[in-house]
């Protein structure tokens, strides 16, 4: 059980195009989803809390208008990364809330690329 | 300022030994301390959880130690195998009443055969 999603895996684009990224619950719902990034060796930064049926609170210095979160429904989230550019080439983890509010189900990540 | 810390250095161990992973924590009161292990590409997997109020807890080969006042927890792993190879992340909640996990950077462990 537990089992959190992410698609797609990777994913290259040109930059000022935008590229959305989808974290799923498979057999549990998740009120509240989390967004992280992580760059190479480093730790993972939480980017944003995403909870179903409300806007996404976003940590200090993550631009709102830039990742934009929707979380529609109690096993999905998006993050569409807008208007990319090279800067943003990262690994962008999901993860989605336990019951217990305590732990957290990773996704698998995406790896994006921005040319 | 609030830090979490784990050595950046990788630990090399020979197959059977155990593994001690470190996790120090400054300038936070945490309720609990997780760890994680996270293999290359992939997101982290939940391995343990333990709260302040305990000093210890074990889930087959791993052992973990919660010390509050030295902000610090052990991470073992016991008879560790080549499959242990992994980045181990401990995270700990903010505290304040927020649900929200800050984790360390990890710290690379290789097990050989």
């Known amino acids: 059980g537990a089992v959190v999603s992410q698609h797609p895996s990777r994913v290259i684009c040109k930059s000022g195009t935008s590229v959305k990224i989808e974290c799923r619950s498979l057999d549990f719902q998740a009120t509240t989803m989390f967004w992280y990034r992580q760059f190479p060796k480093q730790s993972l930064m939480l980017m944003a809390t995403?909870?179903?049926?409300?806007?996404?609170?976003?940590e200090q210095g993550v631009e709102k208008d830039k990742f934009l979160i929707n979380h529609a429904s109690l096993t999905l989230s998006t993050l569409t990364v807008t208007s990319a550019h090279p800067e943003d080439s990262s690994f962008y983890i999901c993860?989605?809330?336990?019951?217990?509010?305590?732990?957290?189900?990773f996704g698998p990540g995406t790896r994006l690329l921005v040319l | 300022s609030q830090k979490i810390e784990q050595n950046s250095e990788a630990l090399n161990i020979q197959e059977g030994k155990t593994a001690t992973l470190t996790c120090n924590y400054t300038?936070?009161?945490?309720?609990?301390l997780q760890w994680y292990r996270q293999d290359p590409g992939r997101g982290p997997v939940f391995l343990l959880l333990i709260r302040e109020n305990e000093k210890e807890k074990r889930k087959e080969r791993l052992k973990v130690t919660f010390d509050t006042t030295l902000k610090q927890s052990l991470f073992h792993i016991t008879a560790s195998q080549p499959a242990d190879s992994a980045t181990y992340l401990c995270?700990?909640?903010?505290?304040?009443?927020?649900?929200?996990?800050?984790f360390g950077a990890g710290t690379r462990l290789f097990v050989k055969a």
């Open positions: 993860s989605a809330e336990g019951q217990s509010q305590e732990t957290q189900y």
């Open positions: 995270a700990l909640d903010a505290g304040a009443g927020g649900f929200k996990t800050i």
């Open positions: 995403s909870n179903e049926g409300s806007k996404a609170t976003y």
């Open positions: 300038n936070y009161s945490p309720a609990y």
